[in-house]
């Protein structure tokens, strides 16, 4: 069974400060997908990770996949209020259909 | 377009009711998933349906009974819920349902079961 490990769990900052969550596992995944959730609305995904040690940016958010394919991170910097709700981390390649999910990040941004 | 609609975005219920939730998909995806999700937590796998055939039913209560009329279409009818059942149900799809693949999310129906 494959697990990921996300941290931390729950997170509160003041906007203009750079974050960083993470997820880890001991299994091999062939892809690894970020999404944003936002109260009562389904997860939007941000970005797909497929090849190892790949790093995607979109505007102030920042996406590297591990040299081994075990591991992702999402660094956000400046944060800001918009950027608040619940950064759900999914690894692919347990087997067809099944995403393998993190716990989650609740993320609040306070003006 | 990487839409995946949903309807009714909310529904409330009484334990009797027969009601059914819509999901429908442009995008050509041929794999099509239903999942639960309670409140901060991740979403919860139910059904997956593959080409229009049910793939994978993750021992869901029969009270929940899913429906593919199509390649577009995804449909989850509910029967005799219980109030633990209430719930954000979340629709999704993806291309073909190969390992790895990235799946799209709709936005979900409230589910309140009185």
């Known amino acids: 069974t494959q697990l990921l490990e996300q941290s931390p769990q729950f997170l509160s900052i003041q906007e203009g400060e750079n974050l960083t969550v993470y997820c880890n596992s001991s299994?091999?995944?062939?892809?690894l997908q970020w999404y944003r959730q936002e109260p009562g609305e389904g997860p939007v995904l941000l970005v797909t990770?497929?090849?190892?040690?790949e790093v995607k940016k979109l505007k102030r958010l920042t996406f590297q996949f591990g040299d081994a394919r075990k591991d992702s991170s999402l660094h956000i910097t400046a944060a800001q209020p918009g950027d608040t709700g619940l950064y759900l981390c999914?690894?692919?390649?347990?087997?067809?259909?099944?995403?393998?999910f993190g716990k989650g990040t609740l993320l609040t941004v306070n003006p | 377009d990487t839409e995946v609609t949903q309807t009714p975005k909310h529904l409330v219920m009484g334990m009797t009711n027969k009601k059914s939730l819509k999901c429908e998909q442009h995008m050509g995806h041929r794999a099509m998933y239903w999942y639960k999700q309670k409140a901060k937590k991740p979403p919860e796998l139910m059904f997956v349906?593959?080409?229009?055939?049910?793939?994978i039913n993750e021992s869901v209560p029969s009270r929940f009974s899913p429906e593919c009329p199509n390649s577009s279409l995804l449909n989850l009818h509910l029967h005799a819920l219980q109030p633990e059942d209430s719930a954000l149900y979340l629709c999704?799809?993806?291309?073909?349902?190969?390992?790895?693949?990235?799946?799209?999310f709709g936005p979900g129906t409230r589910l309140l079961v009185l």
């Open positions: 999704a799809s993806s291309s073909a349902g190969t390992v790895g693949e990235t799946q799209y």
């Open positions: 349906y593959s080409y229009e055939k049910l793939s």
């Open positions: 999914a690894g692919g390649g347990g087997s067809n259909y099944k995403l393998t």
């Open positions: 990770v497929v090849t190892g040690g």
């Open positions: 299994s091999v995944f062939s892809s």
